[in-house]
């Protein structure tokens, strides 16, 4: 029994996604981006349950890769076509489909590059997808952040953003083989900036932390 929990959370994650894409063709952008929130939860959630209940194979590594696509690439995607839509950007808004694109060759080469086994080559998919539901969540919860979120810059920061996916930037994950400081202290302290960033300026922090951890990764290297 145990060994179906990480495959039927990644199925979760999946759901996640397909309710998302019907919130945000229907103009509900915040509640797709909780469901973007929760769904990371989940993604992040079936690996760690995996290795507890020592269950792996190439099933469940599938599996994950498809239900990412569609809530962590074609979701976002959907959201920015939305938001380019509601600034009246008419055809440039179909642009937006470059996320969908990026995050399934992201994807794809991930399951198939060896090199990421301990770290990550670009930018990961839930990363971007994150900082792309920061957006509306802002525009719903810190109206004093209207004018960037509804900015066209901040639509073409997502959009480009995106192309860090199939990037050769060399980034770290956040798995720890042993707690001591000095093997890890880049992550201890974008973990504690990041922390900071979010009790001070909460999902306006989104962005700014994934643009450290660009920053941290390279420093690390």
């Given at each position: ?150 900015n066209d810059i901040a639509l073409g920061m997502m959009v480009a ?50 643009g450290l951890y660009i920053v941290f990764s390279l420093l690390s290297?």
């Amino acid at each position: 029994m145990l060994k179906h929990i990480p495959n039927a959370m990644t199925c979760g994650n999946l759901l996640c996604g397909c309710v998302g894409l019907v919130m945000a063709l229907r103009g509900h952008l915040d509640t797709a981006s909780w469901l973007i929130g929760l769904a990371a939860i989940l993604d992040f959630g079936d690996g760690f349950v995996a290795r507890m209940v020592n269950v792996s194979g190439p099933f469940g590594k599938e599996l994950d890769s498809l239900a990412d696509v569609v809530t962590f690439g074609v979701l976002p995607a959907t959201i920015v076509f939305q938001l380019c839509w509601f600034q009246q950007l008419g055809p440039i808004s179909y642009g937006a489909f470059l996320i969908a694109v990026l995050s399934a060759l992201r994807l794809a080469n991930f399951n198939i590059d060896t090199r990421q086994s301990e770290s990550f080559i670009g930018l990961p998919v839930p990363a971007n997808a994150m900082m792309i539901a920061a957006f509306p969540l802002m525009g719903r919860y810190q109206p004093q952040f209207d004018a960037i979120w509804q900015n066209d810059i901040a639509l073409g920061m997502m959009v480009a953003f995106s192309f860090l996916l199939v990037s050769e930037i060399p980034l770290f994950a956040l798995k720890f083989k042993s707690f001591a400081w000095t093997e890890n202290k880049i992550k201890y302290i974008f973990l504690g900036l990041s922390t900071l960033l979010l009790l001070f300026l909460q999902f306006a922090a989104l962005p700014i932390i994934v643009g450290l951890y660009i920053v941290f990764s390279l420093l690390s290297k």
